[in-house]
């Protein structure tokens, strides 16, 4: 089946130890999103690509930094994690950006900082 | 600012016992209502999109229904398989052009 992969699905970093988390993608969609979910909370958007185009929230954090090499894989970096970025991070996908664009979700990676 | 609502917070219902959930939404050009549901430590799982007033679609024992100002998820004779968190979310024009803005959720729980 066409879906979201994410890996890995436990990710566990040391405070300041940069850290990579990876979403692919079967769907052939051109926009990519990631998303920051804590404990008991809506999913926060952090950026997106549509295609290659990079699109930034004005509230993500400077550490938090992202790469799409092709269309399939898109990566999110921690240049230094800290205790308050221990969360589920979730990459989404969709065909278009607005337009009721149903953006479809992969499993997750959980993030814990130490 | 798009807002978006969801009641209860949390709902604990028998096997059986029918029961809706609501979503309040404040939006500038609506786009689409999503409606996911998100199992414990895993991601959004997508149900329904809705597009304009009056719209339904039905999906096993779950139906989402909408208004101009909020949408139901009625959920018909609930199996304990049903119980996760229940998530909302818009899409509108204006700034947030192309975002989703969700809901705290709702977390359903389904008693055998």
């Known amino acids: 089946d066409a879906m979201v992969i994410q890996n890995p699905r436990y990710q566990v970093t040391q405070f300041g130890k940069p850290v990579t988390l990876s979403c692919s993608q079967t769907?052939?969609?051109?926009?990519m999103y990631w998303y920051q979910q804590k404990s008991s909370q809506a999913p926060k958007l952090l950026f997106h690509?549509?295609?290659?185009?990079?699109?930034n929230e004005a509230d993500t954090p400077d550490n938090f930094q992202s790469r799409r090499p092709n269309t399939s894989f898109c990566f999110l970096d921690i240049r230094s994690p800290g205790l308050g970025d221990a969360a589920m991070y979730l990459c989404?996908?969709?065909?278009?950006f607005g337009g009721g664009s149903i953006q479809y979700f992969g499993a997750g990676t959980r993030l814990s900082v130490l | 600012e798009d807002q978006v609502t969801q009641s209860p917070e949390a709902l604990r219902l028998q096997e059986g016992e029918s029961s809706s959930l609501n979503c309040s939404y404040t939006v500038s050009g609506l786009r689409g209502l999503f409606w996911y549901r998100q199992d414990p430590g895993k991601g959004p799982e997508f149900l329904f999109t809705?597009?304009?007033a009056g719209e339904e679609k039905e999906k096993e024992r779950l139906k989402a229904t909408l208004t101009k100002k909020e949408s139901f998820l009625h959920i018909t004779a609930p199996k304990p398989e049903d119980s996760a968190t229940y998530l909302c979310a818009v899409q509108a024009g204006g700034t947030s052009y192309g975002k989703l803005t969700f809901g705290q959720g709702t977390i359903l729980t389904v008693h055998p």
């Open positions: 769907l052939n969609h051109n926009v």
């Open positions: 809705l597009y304009s």
């Open positions: 690509y549509y295609d290659k185009d990079f699109n």
């Open positions: 989404a996908t969709s065909r278009d």
